[in-house]
Structures are given as C-alpha cells and as structure tokens.
C-alpha cells in the first residue's frame, strides 16, 4: 500500500468545514414548506400535462399556502421560489431540487396513465385548494 501525504493547512480545513456545515442547514425544508411545495408542483404538473378539467386557484393556492407556512406572504415566496419569478439572490437552492423530484416522479406518472392520474391528482389539487374544476 502506497500512501501519500500532504500537508492541509488548518484555515483550509476550517473554511471547508464551514461550507459543508452551512449547506446541510441551507438544504433542509420544513416540513410545511416540503408539503405545501410538493402540493404546489403537483397541481402545476396537472396543468402543465392539460388534465382536462382542472384550472389553477390562485386565491385557494395562497390560502393554503398561508395555513401551511404561516401567512401569506411565506406562501406568496414559495410560489415565487418555485414560479416564474425567479430571482437569484431570493432563492433557496433546496426548492428548485425539492420541486424537480417531485416534478419527475408527477410527470412520470401522468404520462404512464393520464387518465388514472390526472383524476388522482388533480382531484387531490381541488381537496387542497390549489385547483378547481371547470
């Protein structure tokens, strides 16, 4: 066995440390921000795919939002984080990833079995509030 050695320098140790440390605390959702993401990608999937028969709500969609999370305005920065209101320096990395797997697994399903699924999920959307029928 060969084994090389090389000299870390402590700062360099104590910065990468402080990196890994502050990612983990940055990656954690809440668990109502995790549920009230996953409800609103999953609703956005069911649009996204057409589900015949389902439209956005909007108003249902903050209200839970806010039931979830606390008020409005935290709802309002979810929906921001993961609609089309992207903006870099508001935010937060582990709800773009949060919203792709969930994203995935919707899409996965809808197009395996639009019919099952669309009724399953957009069914479950109206329950929440997130969509209606038309």
Request: proline content about 4%; aromatic content about 6%.
């Amino acid at each position: 066995m060969i084994r090389l050695r090389k000299k870390i320098k402590l700062p360099a140790v104590a910065m990468l440390a402080m990196i890994v440390s502050g990612s983990a605390r940055a990656a954690a959702l809440s668990d109502a921000e995790a549920t009230f993401l996953d409800q609103l990608v999953t609703a956005s999937v069911v649009l996204e795919q057409r589900c015949d028969g389902y439209e956005v709500d909007g108003a249902g969609g903050v209200q839970l939002g806010a039931r979830l999370l606390g008020s409005p305005e935290a709802a309002m920065a979810m929906i921001d984080a993961y609609g089309e209101s992207y903006d870099p320096g508001k935010f937060r990395p582990e709800v773009s990833d949060a919203a792709g797997k969930t994203f995935r697994r919707v899409r996965t399903d809808l197009i395996r079995n639009p019919q099952r699924a669309c009724a399953d999920y957009g069914d479950a959307g109206v329950d929440r509030g997130l969509l209606r029928r038309y």
